[in-house]
């Protein structure tokens, strides 16, 4: 496939922190054993994984979604993709056998290892020094091992003979005996294996696009969601000091009716206390006045002789209508509420 779509990994520094290394769980943070996929396509070990099914369903430990797990174990299908890659990490050592002496040949030691795609077969540094140079070899494409090992002709499980063609229609490699025994329709959909090869990294090739403009959209929407968080926050910090200063502008408003309904308030209570002491000194000062008045009535009335009462009673008589005669608020000119004096 294109190198442009993808590139080699240059360890776990070199990967993105929040997405870690692809062959790492991320539960236990080491290498996958026997990774299972969910429906949300996450993997994890088959360990980590274990166990944490209820009813039938297991909560993504990191989405939260719900896969559906059959059977006993209670773990979603394995990931048979992951495997391999895990199993091709090249951790490990692997080992194969030279084809002409059998010695044992490292991935490890691939600058004294070859391997020989016209043959197909592993060579050791001796043999490939001894062995082809020969003439009849000169035209054998010699190639590094650890280049060529993902190359190694694999054979049928079924009947142990070289995988030849590819069928399109069922996904799966075919040796000549699977191939005779297909249906004629069935052997339309069969491709040679270099055909189906360039085939399948084109198609590949298209699926790698499509994830990468999901992941270029994604990347867009989080940048865009993340802009939205800060923009809610900085609305949410300006419409709290806007709800700050909008009730600290109506306190101080509160504050000044207060004092203008206080004063409002003193001012009716100086003005109705003022009138009625008035009215009351006023009334105070009459009592005196009747009292005297009705003893000197008394008096007169049995001391008076008749001659006496007709020369003096007249006068008497007018300074008593003068008296009652004279304006006396005797009712309260106001009532004694003191209002605020304006609409709440």
Known sequence: MSGAIFAPLEGLGALDA?????????????????????????????????????????????CQHQTLVKGPSGLPPADRLLQFL??????????????????????????TTYFCNTCGQPL??????????????????????????????QKCKLHSEPYIVFSTDKKSLLCIRCFRDMQGESRAHCVDLESAYVQGCERLEQAVLAVKALQTATKEAIALLQAMVEEVRHSAAEEE????ALF??????????????????????EEKDKAFKEQLTHLASLLP?????????????????????????????????????????????????VGRGLKP
Do not use: W
């Open 18 to 62: 929040a997405s870690g290394h692809p062959l790492v769980c991320p539960l236990c943070h080491t290498q996958y054993e026997h990774p299972c996929l969910l429906d949300c396509f996450h993997d994890f070990c088959a360990g980590c994984l274990r166990g944490r099914a209820t009813d039938g369903r297991l909560s993504c430990p990191l």
């Open 248 to 269: 600290g502008s109506m306190q101080d408003r509160l504050a000044e009716r207060k004092a203008l309904l206080l004063q409002t308030v003193q001012s009716q209570y």
């Open 241 to 244: 000091a806007a709800i700050h």
């Open 124 to 153: 050791c540094a001796r043999c490939r020094e001894e062995t082809h140079r020969a003439r009849m070899f000169a035209r054998h494409d010699i190639v590094a091992l650890g280049q060529r090992s993902r190359d190694f002709i």
């Open 86 to 111: 895990v199993d091709s990490s090249g951790d490990g050592i692997e080992a194969v056998h030279c084809a002409n002496c059998d010695l044992e040949c490292s991935k490890q030691d691939a600058e």
């Open 289 to 337: 006045t009747l009292q005297v008045h009705l003893v000197i009535c008394s008096s007169f009335l049995s001391l008076a002789s008749k001659a006496e009462f007709l020369d003096l009673g007249y006068e008497l008589m007018e300074r008593l209508q003068g008296i009652v005669t004279r304006p006396h608020r005797l009712r309260p000119a106001q009532s004694s509420k």
